[in-house]
């Protein structure tokens, strides 16, 4: 049987364990968050990359933050976030995968160089590459809102939501000079402010 507690593995600070903290808010899945030791013989088989969020649900653990919403999702079965239409759960897909693959890759640079200020990572010419790539990424953000007027896949709120919304928050939160206004993605942000996870997981001061 299935215990009530799951247990989170992370650091609330991490972009990705703020996923995993903010799903279990929507669903209203308790449950406990613990920082590993990474490089730890405990943590390590756990998780062979040694990163985090990792979760252990039971005799079940799961690693890969974008993989654990979806499961958090299903289990809970909560169609209004992840709905079982093969259709309807691939246009949320899409943008859960496309968080993990293209926004995420457009922004690491930018974002080491910018917040995390990484000593290797002061090239100019590749911070703004990086800004580009990253901005570029917003406009898509910017022109699928107005294309699916309210939230990313379409007018209801949906678990995409969480990582494009914490990626937004992030694109808001560093400094970067002459940032272009994206008005349906500032509104977004605003609805985005109404629920309560979002403000205690995403928008918390944290990029
Ligand atoms: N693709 C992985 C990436 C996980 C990842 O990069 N985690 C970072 C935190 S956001 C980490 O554990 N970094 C090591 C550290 O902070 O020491 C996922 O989405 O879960």
Known sequence: ?????????????SINVRKVLWACEEIGRPFVLEEPALGSAEFRPLNPNGLMPVIVDGDFVLWESNTIIRYLANDAAAENLLPSDARARALVETWIDWQATEFNTAWRYAFQALVRKSPPHQNKADIAA??????????????QLRRSNRFIAGPAFTLADIPIGLSINRWFMTPIENRPSFPAVRAYYERLSERPGFMLHGRNGIP
């Open 1 to 13: 049987m299935k215990p009530a507690t799951l247990k989170i593995l992370g650091k609330p600070s």
């Open 130 to 143: 990086s800004v580009r790539d990253w901005t570029k990424a917003v406009a898509i953000v910017d022109g």
